[in-house]
């Protein structure tokens, strides 16, 4: 038999030589860049949601202690008007907010509840020092106030939009005058 004849075209060809290995380093500029804003997106949005949670901070644990209040207590309107005022001190400065007080306090109080609950918080913390004080109907009222009041998010109104909101007041009833005690 004859051996297998071998084609000269083939033993002229070489070996294959593959090309170096693309490094993986330097990155192109462009994966640089948008590394670059993805970290500084990262670090802004943490800064903004601890500055947003320092913020709150005394409004949730005001919350937290509303909840805890005994509701049969006598002192219950007290304690809640104290705690709402702790809760304003510690985002207003304490030289404007000193002076606040009786009919600018619950102006003030109204300008962070919705329209539909304004005008009652007043007539119930005005009733604190009564004789009669408050029945256990007006105590659920003024714990849903005060929940209401210290549950918005929104930033505190400055002392002064009172005076702003003392002429448009003025054309409504004003705010609260002694309250009777009906039994």
Same mark, same amino acid.
């Given at each position: 038999?004859?051996?297998?004849?071998?084609?000269?075209?083939?033993?002229?060809?070489?070996?294959?030589?593959?090309?170096?290995?693309?490094?993986?380093?330097?990155?192109?500029?462009?994966?640089?860049?948008?590394?670059?804003?993805?970290?500084?997106?990262?670090?802004?949005? @943490?800064?903004?949601?601890?500055?947003?949670?320092?913020?709150?901070?005394?409004?949730?644990?005001?919350?937290?202690?509303?909840?805890?209040?005994?509701?049969?207590?006598?002192?219950?309107? &007290?304690?809640?008007?104290?705690?709402?005022?702790?809760?304003?001190?510690?985002?207003?400065?304490?030289?404007? @907010?000193?002076?606040?007080?009786?009919?600018?306090?619950?102006?003030?109080?109204?300008?962070?509840?919705?329209?539909?609950?304004?005008?009652?918080?007043?007539?119930?913390?005005?009733?604190?020092?009564?004789?009669?004080?408050?029945?256990?109907?007006?105590?659920?009222?003024? @714990?849903?106030?005060?929940?209401?009041?210290?549950?918005?998010?929104?930033? @505190?109104?400055?002392?002064?939009?009172?005076?702003?909101?003392?002429?448009?007041?003025?054309?409504?009833?004003? &705010?609260?005058?002694?309250?009777?005690? &009906?039994?």
């Amino acid at each position: 038999m004859n051996a297998p004849q071998i084609n000269p075209a083939l033993m002229q060809m070489e070996d294959i030589v593959l090309p170096q290995p693309i490094s993986q380093l330097p990155i192109a500029p462009g994966y640089w860049l948008v590394a670059i804003i993805i970290i500084a997106a990262g670090v802004i949005t @943490f800064i903004k949601l601890r500055k947003r949670a320092k913020y709150h901070a005394p409004r949730k644990a005001a919350l937290a202690q509303l909840q805890q209040l005994d509701i049969n207590d006598s002192q219950y309107p &007290s304690q809640i008007n104290s705690l709402l005022k702790r809760t304003a001190l510690s985002y207003l400065p304490r030289q404007d @907010f000193a002076q606040l007080d009786g009919d600018q306090w619950f102006k003030w109080l109204e300008l962070r509840l919705p329209q539909a609950e304004q005008g009652q918080i007043g007539l119930l913390l005005a009733k604190r020092y009564q004789a009669c004080g408050l029945n256990a109907a007006e105590k659920q009222q003024l @714990f849903k106030l005060a929940k209401s009041w210290l549950t918005k998010k929104a930033r @505190f109104a400055p002392l002064n939009a009172i005076k702003s909101n003392a002429n448009s007041a003025n054309t409504q009833a004003n &705010s609260p005058q002694e309250a009777s005690c &009906s039994q």
